[in-house]
């Protein structure tokens, strides 16, 4: 069978079809209008969309059959119209049939069978919302129309795009309008009817060219062309309406409009039928066009193509309206159910305190039913600071980084005092420790401060979506568990303190893992030889015999008896001998003499001191000071320092301070990291969550607070009684998508007007070899 050889679609093949979906859409629209701007979900629709005068307002009236709205020169339309055509079925008894509007501003909803009242009622809501002076709203006006003259049709009639602002409008009046088109046409479930009058030149069309921005490829659009009646003589829209000048995918359909002086005689929307088919058979330029042609033509495209349309949207439009179900009940549900009991609101409140306190031990054990696979968290986020923040910080410190060679030394001989010591002292080394061992204070007071802000975190993390209900009891219950974990470092930080303390307090050099002076003095020796520090030109108090400094390193036995240079020289038998003295100076040396001299007791001594027992003492001291000169010392200066050379044996001494440092610090450290996490852990950690109910039961849980503590805003209540009231109308959309017959199921592809003596397809459409017959069934 060929497509030539199909038999013509009936108006019936389509009739069960449109009947059954459109007023289910309209049905639809009518329970999302009682959300308002607040509904999300894009209805199937047509709007109309046309420049000011384009004759918008003649075809829908033309499609109505009555006159209903609004007339005049300047902008009529100022408010979207939202209009439902509703075929009702002819009385069988074959009187005069009912005609009506309803309003869905009106409650109770009333029947207005005065079609003039009809468009009163649009001019008085739109003054009432508008104002009376040309101004225009985006707010629209819900209208429905019984009729059995009509095909089941939803439409929008929007306002018409204008140039110039008149009366109340704004100077960007055009822009406004064009934007509150574009709200509704650019949804892709929205068709467009883009109205343009035939004496204008379509590639200028106003209406044409905001619908190519919302619909670029045409596959929404149907073409309007109104006012052929008017047209240039010698001139037609042919080409036009073909889709010569401008392509559509939904073709064009051409209408003659009633004049104003038709509408000023009352001529009847009937005879302007009659009056357009007349004109479109005596012009012989239209021949052939049947399909394209005339206000009926017009209704049964736009019927067949809103009823695919919607068949098209149909699995889209289910799966968002269940969406929007889930979501909305979501969040009804988290607004929870109003208690006004007192023993309810006391069972709601130890229900929040418990749940609250559960999620807090669970984050905190890596038990929590929302563990994140993206970061750490919770407890996880805790170790991580011990392990990776606190413990490799402290691995990374070396204890003598800040401690100079010259440091050591100074602290080495102010540790000696006056005198000059045989041994190193204990003393440096403890003061030099305890400086080191201190520095660990600020950061293991720092790790219990990092702890605590996590404990925060997490105590923010578990607040659950119900207690957003109360403000208040939130804000005391964050208050609360502040305070508590603020309780709790408090004496994690004091046991901090304490235990960097008794590290300072006595330094254990009995501990098994400490190096011990024997093995530090000879690693010294073994740093200093492999390191060939060159040696100073020393003073001679200085020098220091080779000898001397062999048997000086077989002599030490422990760290606390390391001797030292006395005046420079290490003797085994303390000081020298006035013999050794005399052996030791150098020949012709008269000053060396005298001085060695003092000690020996000469006779040139003796003989001295009687010559000066028998002279006077004034006369003796005038013979001194005629033969010596004064002696004068330079001041010392403020700060004294140590010479900048040192010998080897000082060089051996600070490396043995070092090595003993460094062997008592690594002890003290390896402490610190095993005990600080420890105390924290103990007195904030484990404890808040051991806690951490009772504290809120104490705080929380009393009589004279549960009802100022479940106190819920009243933006709140709005909010619950406005997501109740959209859960409702959701589930009444829902409920009416369940009515859709099956036979809504099954839509022939292509759009086939109803009864014509010619089939001839839509533009841009194929007909289907599959149709339907008049009880909804498949045929071939």
């Known amino acids: 069978m060929s497509v030539d050889d199909l038999p013509p679609s009936p108006a019936s093949a389509v009739t069960p079809l449109g009947s059954s979906v459109i007023p289910i859409v309209n049905k639809l629209q009518d329970i999302f209008a009682q959300l308002g701007s607040q509904s999300t979900i894009a209805l199937p629709q047509v709007a109309v969309v046309g420049s000011q005068s384009s004759g918008k307002s003649s075809v829908l009236e033309a499609l109505v059959g009555r006159d209903f709205l609004p007339r005049g020169n300047d902008i009529c339309t100022r408010r979207p119209l939202r209009l439902q055509l509703v075929q009702t079925k002819p009385r069988s008894d074959g009187g005069s049939d009912e005609e009506w509007g309803e309003f869905l501003h009106h409650d109770p909803v009333k029947r207005i069978y ?28 819900g209208l429905k129309i019984f009729s059995p003259n009509v095909l089941d049709i939803s439409l929008v009639d929007l306002p018409g795009i204008t140039k110039v602002p008149v009366g109340d409008q704004p100077t960007d009046i055009e822009a406004r309008i064009r934007t509150m088109i574009l709200t509704y046409i650019k949804e892709s479930s929205c068709l467009i009817l883009a109205v343009t009058p035939a004496n204008t030149d379509l590639a200028n069309s106003d209406a044409l060219q905001i619908a190519g921005n919302a619909d670029p490829d045409g596959h929404r659009t149907i073409g309007v062309i109104t006012k052929l009646d008017i047209m240039d003589r010698g001139t037609d829209a042919r080409n036009h309406l073909l889709g010569k000048t401008i392509p559509l995918r939904l073709g064009y359909v051409g209408v003659v409009n009633r004049s104003q002086e038709d509408i000023l005689m009352n001529r009847s929307i009937k005879d302007a039928l009659i009056a357009e088919e007349k004109f479109f058979l005596s012009r012989p330029a239209y021949s052939g066009l049947t399909d394209r042609l005339g206000v009926p033509q017009l209704a ?4 067949q193509v809103l009823v695919q349309h919607i068949k098209a949207l149909l699995p889209n439009l289910k799966s968002r309206i269940n969406n929007a179900l889930f979501a909305t009940a979501k969040e009804y549900e988290s607004y929870g159910d109003i208690t006004e009991s007192r023993g309810g609101q006391g069972a709601l409140l130890l229900s929040f305190i418990t749940k609250y306190c559960e999620a807090y031990s669970s ?3 890596g038990k929590s039913k929302e563990m994140s696979t993206s970061e750490l968290s919770g407890g996880a986020r805790i170790l991580y600071i011990f392990q990776s923040v606190f413990v490799k910080s402290l691995e990374e410190v070396d204890p003598c980084e800040d401690l100079t060679a010259d440091d050591i030394r100074t602290a080495i001989q102010n540790a000696t005092g006056p005198r000059s010591a045989l041994f190193v002292p204990d003393v440096p080394f403890e003061v030099l420790v305890r400086r080191q061992i201190s520095r660990l204070l600020d950061p293991s007071l720092q790790c219990a401060r990092f702890i605590f802000d996590e404990l925060v975190k997490i105590s923010h993390q578990c ?22 974990l603020r309780e709790g470092l408090e004496p994690s930080q004091a046991m901090i303190r304490d235990l960097i303390e008794m590290e300072m307090d006595y330094i254990n050099t009995s501990h098994p893992n400490f190096i011990g002076g024997t093995k530090a003095v000879e690693l010294a020796m073994q740093l200093v030889k492999s390191s060939r520090i060159p040696h100073p030109v020393a003073r001679p108090r200085d020098t220091v015999e080779p000898e001397k400094t062999t048997s000086f390193a077989s002599q030490i036995k422990t760290r606390s008896f390391l001797g030292r240079q006395a005046n420079g020289i ?10 050794d003295a005399e052996r030791s100076a150098p020949a012709g040396n008269s000053s060396w003499s005298g001085f060695s001299s003092i000690f020996r ?19 003796a001291a005038q013979d001194v000071s005629q033969n010596l000169s004064t002696i004068y010392l330079k001041e010392p200066p403020t700060i004294l320092r140590s010479s900048e050379t ?23 450290r390896k402490n610190v990291e095993d005990l600080v996490p420890k105390t924290i852990m103990h007195f904030l950690v484990n404890y808040t969550k051991r806690e951490l109910h009772n504290v809120f039961i104490e705080k929380l849980y009393r009589e004279n607070l549960i009802e100022e503590l479940l106190k819920e805003p009243d933006e709140l209540a709005i909010k619950r009684k406005r997501t109740q009231e959209t859960l409702r109308i959701l589930q009444q959309a829902n409920r009416t998508l369940d009515e859709l017959p099956l036979e809504a199921e099954s839509v022939e592809r292509g759009y086939r007007i109803g009864s014509e003596s010619k089939h001839e397809e839509l533009p841009g459409t194929r007909r289907s070899r599959t149709e339907t017959n008049g009880n909804g069934r ?3």
């Open 114 to 141: 005065d079609f003039s009242e009809i468009r009163r009622e649009i001019e008085a809501e739109t003054n009432r919302v508008s104002g009376e002076n040309k101004g225009v709203s985006d707010i629209p006006i």
């Open 300 to 303: 049964k495209k736009l019927n």
């Open 363 to 365: 984050t905190l054990e």
């Open 463 to 484: 607040m659950m979506t119900e207690l957003q209900r109360f403000p208040v009891l939130q804000k005391r219950m964050d208050e609360v568990i502040g305070n508590f």
């Open 570 to 579: 290490v003797t085994d038998q303390g000081v020298p001998t006035a013999a």
């Open 601 to 619: 007791g000469s006779d040139g001594q003796a003989a001295a001191e009687n010559s000066l027992l028998n002279t006077p003492f004034s006369e």
């Open 646 to 668: 040192h010998s080897e044996q000082e060089a051996v001494e600070i490396q043995i301070t070092k090595l003993l440092l460094k062997s008592y610090y690594d002890i003290v």
């Open 778 to 780: 498949l045929h071939m």
